[in-house]
């Protein structure tokens, strides 16, 4: 949490099998100690006493937590204060979205509100959130659209008290009110604070126009690509009017990163991949830090895999328009120009990079002295014996060497172009020991699938980096949630 010394962290608590209630994915939330060495998890399931019911729009009874949880700290006026929001089901099946607000930093949810409504729920789905710590209010952003008719988005805002409680503010359609996509899925929601009391926040959404779900079978269509659009919009009225910035555009975006190891309806969605964008807001700096990861080729045109590309807002260079800081992790430190270590480029990758594949991003921003400093951690095929395209159908032995180290790296806000030493940004390394490789793929006898729509997991704590991501190293019948801290200099 922002301003102290304690890690919160939600997430889809996914079983193998079925629980007592007849359902696989509840939410799960955990907690640190002041240290980070050691967590408390609970979950919707096992704790349900933990979590206030709340009232469901549709009129029948709260039957569970489903997923897609997000937190968000109020800020270090308000340590004790966290809020998660997710999708909730009620007895029937139906979704809603609804935020649940804690004052014990996390242990329990006392209060909570249903923040979708009759015009804006049933299939609910991305719920995310975001802390104006200026005005003590959240921005709750979620979508609802059955994939054929409905296909709508929302965002409402509600204000925190000291106490806990959550008072609802008007809901806002943003329905065709951002470029490339009428409603997009599983869009990132930041913001830059009110410069008082009675201004409006800048509220961003970052998103891509494809790529986050309905993936075709990664049996049969493996190879098969996407074109997708990644946007940055912004809002200073508190959503009521948007400017879109396009970020990127990719159009060959892979749907899968492999081959799925069978045909299996369920088993053939294994190597989906996700166009999802990570964001945060810098305030030291005032940019935006964004990270995503899209097909790429070096300069002589050879496909070398997936890369993160991580952008700033506004450039250095300045502007209002759509100008961004660029620069790109390399797989192969034999092709850094200064001739070995760990580094990143802007353009296209030099020729020798090797394939590899990155995805799985995270950011976050903390501030150090005068300056502030930006996260970056993702997943990293680098070290993999078949890290190569589209892994060749085979036995599960095989197929699960196919596995990614965690890496992260950290730079100041307009690096490469704020004319710091030609070796910057060079903070870069694994946060797993190399060639540890969490797997790609569960084990025939493990359930859960641990890749899911995203994975957000790096903050500020304690003036240090702490990143968390789901793994599932140890081959356990679950998928673990693991952390590390990191701590770069600027």
Not at 53 to 61: A, E, I, K, L, Q
Not at 177 to 200: D, N, Q, R
Not at 325 to 349: F, I, S, Y
Not at 440 to 461: C, K, M, S
Request: aromatic share 10%; hydrophobic share 30%; proline share 6%.
């Amino acid at each position: 949490m922002p301003g102290g010394n304690v890690v919160f962290a939600s997430y889809n608590s996914s079983f193998g099998v079925e629980l007592g209630d007849g359902k696989k994915t509840h939410c799960g939330w955990s907690k640190s100690n002041t240290s980070q060495t050691s967590f408390v998890s609970r979950d919707s399931f096992y704790n349900p006493s933990l979590l206030n019911v709340p009232v469901m729009t549709s009129g029948m009874p709260y039957g569970r937590c489903r997923g897609d949880t997000w937190a968000a700290a109020m800020g270090p006026q308000r340590l004790s204060q966290v809020l998660m929001v997710a999708v909730a089901e009620d007895s029937a099946g139906v979704r809603d979205a609804v935020l649940w607000s804690s004052i014990d930093g996390g242990t329990s949810f006392p209060f909570s509100k249903t923040v979708s409504d009759t015009t804006s729920f049933g299939n609910v789905d991305g719920t995310k959130v975001a802390v104006d710590t200026k005005n003590n209010t959240a921005y709750v952003w979620w979508k609802n659209g059955d994939g054929q008719m409905i296909n709508d988005h929302y965002m409402r805002k509600v204000t925190i008290a000291a106490s806990g409680a959550i008072t609802l503010g008007a809901i806002k359609k943003l329905t065709n009110k951002v470029t490339g996509a009428a409603a997009p899925w599983h869009a990132t929601i930041s913001i830059k604070h009110a410069a008082s009391t009675t201004a409006f926040p800048r509220i961003f959404l970052a998103y891509p126009t494809a790529g986050m779900g309905g993936n075709l079978s990664c049996f049969t269509t493996y190879t098969d690509t996407i074109n997708v659009n990644w946007y940055l919009a912004y809002s200073d009225d508190d959503g009521t009017s948007w400017t879109s910035l396009l970020v990127d555009n990719d159009p060959t975006f892979p749907r899968c990163q492999f081959q799925s190891p069978s045909s299996d309806p369920y088993l053939a969605l294994l190597g989906g991949n996700r166009s999802y964008i990570s964001s945060t807001f810098d305030t030291k700096s005032g940019r935006v830090l964004l990270a995503y990861q899209r097909h790429e080729d070096d300069e002589n045109g050879s496909y070398v895999g997936t890369r993160i590309r991580v952008k700033h807002w506004p450039s250095e260079d300045g502007g209002t328009g759509a100008n961004f800081d660029t620069w790109v992790p390399v797989c192969n430190p034999a092709v850094c120009p200064q001739g070995g270590g760990n580094c990143l480029v802007e353009g296209r990758l030099p020729a020798g990079e090797t394939y590899c594949t990155q995805y799985g991003q995270s950011v976050g921003v903390r501030t150090v002295g005068s300056v502030s400093q930006n996260a970056v951690v993702w997943h990293d095929t680098r070290d993999t014996p078949l890290s190569n395209p589209h892994p060749s159908v085979g036995d599960a032995v095989s197929r699960n060497k196919v596995k990614s180290d965690v890496w992260g790296l950290s730079v100041r806000p307009g690096e490469p172009k704020d004319g710091c030493n030609p070796n910057c940004p060079n903070s870069m390394s694994a946060l797993t020991g190399l060639g540890s490789g969490v797997p790609w793929l569960p084990t025939g006898a493990n359930g859960n699938i641990w890749w899911g729509d995203y994975e957000q997991g790096v903050a500020d704590v304690g003036g240090k980096f702490f990143s968390v991501w789901a793994d599932n190293r140890d081959q356990a019948t679950t998928t673990r949630l693991k952390g590390a801290q990191f701590d770069y200099g600027p």
